[in-house]
């Protein structure tokens, strides 16, 4: 039986370059739609095989392990069908492969709130309405109003706002890949928007190791607390382990400050989890989205 009928993927395609960790084996089946009758396709060539899918944005948020994944792994290329970005009075529709970035400075300089905050966080718009990407106190999920997609079998997903509820950091939404996110955004002084986003990313830039191989944040914030503040309180900030280092600059970030493995990556999680534990009785929980 013949399991791809349109786009064949390739195999055995190495995904550790294509994350911010630069951690990771390599995917079974790897393929690049440029399209949503190709995502389609795709999809429902996998579910007809029984095979599990996977979807890659920007590679942030998300620890690969070592080895070969199984399954297929498909990535919505930027300049494709899925990169499109159109602004409106009213706010914003984009493809999911968009990056935030862009997606942040094209609204800022029209003068739609709702995403300055957001400056200097790496990844593609759809990752961050999967995870609901934000800060202490604002979210994308808040701008969000509707969201289109497929379900892992290949049907067509059409969400409108209140058909799911965005938490912290999880989007809410059912298993699906996102391909298009609509964001509803008041009106602003754009000179007082940029002036937030500059503001937000000096803060990130002082406070995070924004040049280093990271993932961002490891661990959920328990409620009321910073899972740093606990990690540093531990002793454990600056401690490094095999080729992965708690960062020195901020205690929730873990750098590649070599050729790291997923498996140092998962020991230093676990090894941070017991000496928090053991100290002040809190369970820290991953933030990062795992692989295996």
């Known amino acids: 039986m013949k399991l791809w009928t349109r786009l064949v993927p390739q195999q055995n395609v190495p995904l550790a370059p294509r994350t911010t960790w630069s951690i990771g084996g390599c995917a079974s089946w790897f393929a690049e739609p440029g399209t949503a009758e190709e995502l389609q396709i795709l999809l429902q060539d996998a ?16 620890l690969i392990n070592d080895g070969i994944l199984p399954g297929l792994v498909i990535h919505l290329p930027p300049s494709s069908a899925f990169d499109q970005l159109t602004l409106s009075d009213t706010g914003l529709h984009a493809g999911a492969a968009c990056s935030l970035a862009r997606a942040v400075r094209a609204s800022v300089d029209a003068g739609l709130a709702g995403l300055q905050m ?83 990313l000096k803060q990130k830039k002082a406070t995070q190791p924004l040049g280093a191989k990271t993932a961002g944040c490891v661990f959920k914030n328990p409620e009321n607390d910073s899972a740093g503040r ?16 708690i960062s020195p600059v901020h205690a929730n970030f873990m750098e590649n400050t070599g050729n790291a493995t997923a498996a140092q990556v998962n020991a230093l999680i676990g090894k941070v989890q017991e000496t928090v534990r053991a100290k002040v009785k809190i369970d820290l929980k991953p933030e990062v989205v795992f692989w295996r």
Request: with cysteine; hydrophobic share 40%; aromatic share 6%.
């Open 118 to 200: 957001l400056a200097g966080i790496p990844g593609t718009i759809g990752g961050a309405v999967w995870m609901n990407a934000g800060t202490a106190g604002e979210w994308i999920g808040s701008c969000v109003s509707r969201v289109k997609g497929f379900s892992l079998e290949g049907e067509k997903i059409d969400m409108p706002k209140g058909s799911w509820t965005p938490q912290y950091r999880s989007g809410g939404l059912p298993p699906m890949i996102v391909t298009d996110v609509f964001l509803t955004m008041p009106r602003a002084d754009a000179a007082e928007l940029q002036r937030q986003a500059t503001t937000a």
């Open 230 to 245: 606990l990690i540093d309180e531990a002793g454990l900030k600056g401690f490094e382990e095999g080729g992965v280092r």
């Open 47 to 62: 579910a007809c095989g029984g095979m599990p899918v996977r979807i890659l944005g920007g590679g942030s948020n998300l």
